[in-house]
């Protein structure tokens, strides 16, 4: 199956940083998306993407589906965006299953 | 616009004990599926269904079932519970590639099993 692969696994950010997270993905995929779970533990959806580019506030995102990876933007970050960010992708082609990375497990100080 | 909505928020159960995770969805997707999260496994899925009166395995399932009655409804049953069951566990509506639908999630079950 699908392998999902996640870095860095932990990354720590002083207040109004910049990061790059990543997600390399081993096959084609119908579905990937991003999820931030808060330190309360809810998966939050951050973005739906598959292709392409999306921006949502200081989050931004960007699927290369032909190279086979994403990545997530967060810029001045901030301390509530402290958590774990996943992605999750679904392979084309019969896999009926959504497969998670690891995350990268994120703190921003003040 | 409740989502995905999972219940109990928490729950601990004796070794031996059964008990049902239920999950409901308001979407109308057909597909749904459950999650346990363990520390420094990620997610990891359990079961899924592609729709009413269809249910597959996932990664996990030993010590759980499942069935899908209704769309809307997808419960987890842990028959006799074991103390490696302790974990938070997920339920997803949506999500399914050909269907090219977006995953949501419920809020999590956090499972104590002593």
């Known amino acids: 199956g699908i392998q999902v692969e996640q870095s860095p696994p932990d990354l720590i950010l002083q207040e109004g940083a910049n990061s790059t997270l990543r997600c390399n993905f081993s096959d084609s995929v119908n579905n990937l998306q991003w999820f931030h779970q808060n330190p309360w533990g809810q998966l939050i959806n951050l973005f739906y993407?598959?292709?392409g580019t999306k921006q949502n506030g200081r989050l931004s995102a960007t699927t290369v589906a032909t190279e086979r990876y994403s990545l997530l933007y967060i810029s001045s970050s901030q301390t509530t965006d402290s958590g774990v960010y996943f992605c999750?992708?679904?392979?084309?082609?019969?896999?009926?299953?959504?497969?998670f990375g690891k995350g990268t497990k994120l703190t921003v100080n003040p | 616009n409740a989502g995905v909505t999972q219940t109990p928020k928490f729950q601990v159960l004796k070794t031996g004990q059964s008990m049902t995770l239920q999950c409901a969805q308001d979407?109308?997707?057909?597909?749904m599926s459950w999650y346990r999260q363990d520390p420094g496994m990620g997610l990891r899925l359990i079961h899924y269904?592609?729709?009413?009166?269809?249910?597959d395995q996932g990664e996990v399932p030993n010590g759980y079932n499942v069935s899908r009655s209704t769309t809307e409804d997808f419960p987890l049953r842990l028959l006799s519970a074991a103390p490696s069951q302790t974990s938070v566990y997920f339920c997803?509506?949506?999500?399914?590639?050909?269907?090219?639908?977006?995953?949501?999630f419920g809020q999590g079950t956090r499972l104590t099993v002593v």
């Open positions: 993407i598959p292709s």
């Open positions: 997803a509506s949506g999500g399914l590639g050909f269907q090219n639908t977006e995953a949501f």
């Open positions: 269904s592609v729709g009413a009166g269809i249910t």
């Open positions: 999750a992708a679904v392979t084309q082609g019969g896999s009926e299953k959504l497969v």
């Open positions: 979407m109308n997707h057909e597909y």
